[in-house]
């Protein structure tokens, strides 16, 4: 899926439901920013195919590693930004990381499904996921996945807009 912004339908559903866990930005960042690399074949004109290393979990355990050091400072930037959209988070490296490999691992399993290319486990050859779900199922699978992150949002955001004040600890909707 370059370049689609069918990868956001898992992710925001997933770091909707799992905000008090993982950290919801990495989450979000880490399941799109595999596409850099065919954007950037695509744009470079390389004689690479598109799904290449970075879509291996070889490659994506290296993004989320490399993502999670760089989000990992700009941590209290990106929670003021979320909790604008109504997701008070204070992030730890301990929700950090997990969101990068969930991103990046939901990434190459989505696109493992679709294209015939891809080594997900590199540097084993072969694919054992490619056409396990028809093209149309995956897209449709996405964007049903992302109506319910919404739905789950809202849920959310009535939920701490209408629940009666607490002292202490804040309770979870989800919890």
Known sequence: ????????????????????????????????????????????????????????????????????????????????????????????????FPASIIGTYSHVLLDSILYGEMNPFFPLIGNPFLGLFQLVFIYNICIFFGILGIGAYLLRIFYSLYKPRQTGSETDVFL
């Open 1 to 96: 899926m370059p370049f689609t912004p069918y990868h956001f339908g898992p992710g925001f559903l997933l770091g909707v439901v799992l905000l008090p866990f993982i950290d919801f930005s990495t989450l979000i960042v880490a399941s799109v920013i595999l596409d850099l690399e065919p954007l950037t074949i695509l744009m470079l004109q390389l004689p690479y195919q598109f799904h290449g290393f970075f879509h291996t979990y070889l490659g994506a355990t290296i993004v989320a590693c490399v993502l999670s050091l760089t989000i990992y400072p700009f941590r209290g930037y990106l929670n003021k930004l979320v909790s604008i959209f109504g997701l008070h988070q204070e992030s730890s490296f301990r929700q950090i």
